[in-house]
């Protein structure tokens, strides 16, 4: 290639020159939406983060497999271990089958992402179209001694894998910190350690979205899924692995440590997230009641636009 790029890791903290494992292809795997909701400014920041990425990619003449996921199962509120799926929870209010409202914000989301000229990913996958590579990733698990079953639900056996591995490696935590850090919630007893985080969880009778597996009916962790489709989609070893830096712990934590534990090395050689969308100093979100979504973006309808972009004054400027 006549042209270099240089990105900035996170996993190693520095610049570098990046180096596909196996020009001209490269593979690249980004985090996608949990479709319960209308797309936000913080959807729209890592698709077009990375499609700026994609683009110069194939710009400069590597054949791209862009492969972002759709989360429509397993993503619990307060992305925890326990509680309510977001998906499952929006039908139930709805009183809507749960697949009808992920189709529902699939569209939204497309339709946003059309808006704003992002061009569509290689791949798509669906969590829900990929159970049964999510069980075998956690076969595997529970095969090379890093998982166990707890009344029906698999956990990631964290301090096992850090005598072993090292567990905080991307975000730069070590597991003292973790532990410190993680409380302890009712429901969680099954748990050996605060710290585990669930590879598959035994469904309560309410839970409308389950199926069938060797440990319990149930579904598989949030962190599965983009582990077991990023290998089916990009292969055991692949180039780059994007999102936002909220997930950097501990989804991409919990990825990097499945990735180990199943197949005995990492999965992913360039790690990049993006910054989040803040307003007013503030990191946007729906607690802070800060949340504008795409759709007031495009229309100008939110007042918390005006407030965003419009000049402060500075105290320096006025010679205060």
Known sequence: MEHQLTVYNTLNRRKELFVPLHAPHVGMYVCGPTVYGDPHLGHARPSITFDLLFRYLKHLGYKVRYVRNITDVGHLEHDADEGEDKIAK???LEQLEP???AQYYINRYHKAMDALNVLPPS???HASGHIIEQEELVKKIIDNGYAYLSEGSVYFDVAKYNKDHRYGKLSGRNLDDVLNTTRELDG???KRNPADFALWKRAQPEHIMRWPSPWSDGFPGWHCEC?????KYLGA???IHGGGMDLVFPHHECEIAQAVASQGDDMVRYWMHNNMITINGQKMGKSLGNFIT??????GSNKLLAQAYTPMTCPLACGS
């Open 90 to 92: 929006k039908a139930r």
């Open 99 to 101: 697949m009808e409202v």
């Open 123 to 125: 791949i798509e996958p």
């Open 188 to 190: 969680q007893e099954e």
């Open 227 to 231: 582990t077991a489709m990023g290998k």
């Open 237 to 239: 070893h692949f180039d």
């Open 294 to 299: 795409l759709e007031e973006f495009f229309t």
